[in-house]
T-cell receptor, first 114, second 111 residues
């Protein structure tokens, strides 16, 4: 199993550009999430999904869109990039049936917005 | 609002000693407390989970305690090794989906 994969690993955007961060998992997990990690702060939840076709907002959803058309894929779209979105982005998945829902994280995408 | 505090200062210890990391939280009653390890440039990796009605959980050289009265968890690594050097994240989960993460504590184990 590849686990959770993310592409790209690194990205530089100019203010106002849009892009999609890709996330895929091959563990048939129902739950998937997007987090951002900034220095000195904990992982903050952007959006999450409890199954295909179902998404919801997390703690910091503004400026981001998601969709979940399949169990495997959960892309994150930046609509109009801003310097405040410079961060490291992690996708995670978890199995609904596991008590406590331990999460499996991807390797991250380091995004810089200039 | 819900808050998790982990020591922002790095912990430096000598190889073979026990490392103890602290996680304190406020305004929350988690059903579960989780610990993750994160190496530089990589995603967090799940280590241990402890339930609200458990006082202690062990896994190999790892031990976690959970005091819901003090709202505190301690994470111990016994016989620490340089390979244990990493950032350790504490995370709280209630009965619903969302998990709240602390900022983590960096551990350096010197040979």
């Amino acid at each position: 199993n590849a686990g959770v994969t993310q592409t790209p690993k690194f990205q530089v955007l100019k203010t106002g550009q849009s892009m999609t961060l890709q996330c895929a998992q091959d563990m048939n997990h129902e739950y998937m999430s997007w987090y951002r990690q900034d220095p000195g702060m904990g992982l903050r939840l952007i959006h999450y999904s409890v199954g295909a076709g179902i998404t919801d907002q997390g703690e910091v959803p503004n400026g981001y869109n998601v969709s979940r058309s399949t169990t495997e894929d959960f892309p994150l779209r930046l609509l109009s990039a801003a310097p405040s979105q410079t961060s490291v982005y992690f996708c995670a998945s978890s199995y609904r049936g596991t008590e406590g829902n331990e999460q499996y994280f991807g390797p991250g995408t380091r995004l810089t917005v200039t | 609002s819900q808050k998790i505090e982990q020591n922002s200062e790095a912990l430096n210890i000598q190889e073979g000693k026990t490392a103890t990391l602290t996680c304190n939280y406020t305004n929350y009653s988690p059903a579960y407390l989780q610990w993750y390890r994160q190496d530089p440039g990589r995603g967090p990796v799940f280590l241990l989970l402890i339930r609200e009605n458990e006082k202690e959980k062990r896994k190999e050289r790892l031990k976690v305690t959970f005091d819901t009265t003090l709202k505190q968890s301690l994470f111990h690594i016994t016989a620490s090794q340089p390979a244990d050097s990493a950032t350790y994240l504490c995370a709280l989960k209630g009965g619903g989906f969302k998990t709240i993460f602390g900022a983590g504590t960096r551990l350096f184990v010197k040979a």
